[in-house]
């Protein structure tokens, strides 16, 4: 199940932590989190679900939405501007956001 229709107040903190209020199946609201950076890495300049530590060689990281942006170090030294939808791999189970099981990272553009 996605979080966005079932959260609110999505935000970033610092770098690489997902923040919303979550609703619980008894339909109370709940305030959660999870560190993106224990499901996100940087393959080359783009985004690699799956991976890790993607927020050591990123800038300018910013949330619009549940679409998150930044711009990623390739292996040339060169930054790579990249953005991935974390609706589709991030969901709110019982007021807890949780990664979600993921067929491809092409999914997630």
Do not use: P
């Not at 079932?6 to 609201?29: F, M, P, Q, V, W």
């Not at 800038?59 to 679409?67: D, E, M, Q, W």
């Amino acid at each position: 199940m996605s979080f966005a229709l079932s959260s609110r107040l999505i935000s970033l903190y610092g770098d690489h932590e997902l923040r919303a209020k979550c609703l619980k199946t008894n339909g109370t609201e709940v305030d959660s989190s999870i560190n993106l950076n224990n499901i996100l890495g940087n393959d080359n300049g783009t985004f690699a679900v799956g991976r890790s530590r993607f927020a050591k060689s990123a800038r300018r990281v910013r949330i619009n939405g549940t679409v998150l942006e930044a711009q990623l170090k390739r292996k040339d030294e060169t930054w790579s501007h990249d953005v991935v939808d974390l609706n589709v791999f991030i969901g709110n189970h019982d007021g807890h956001l949780q990664k979600c099981v993921l067929i491809s990272s092409e999914s997630a553009r």
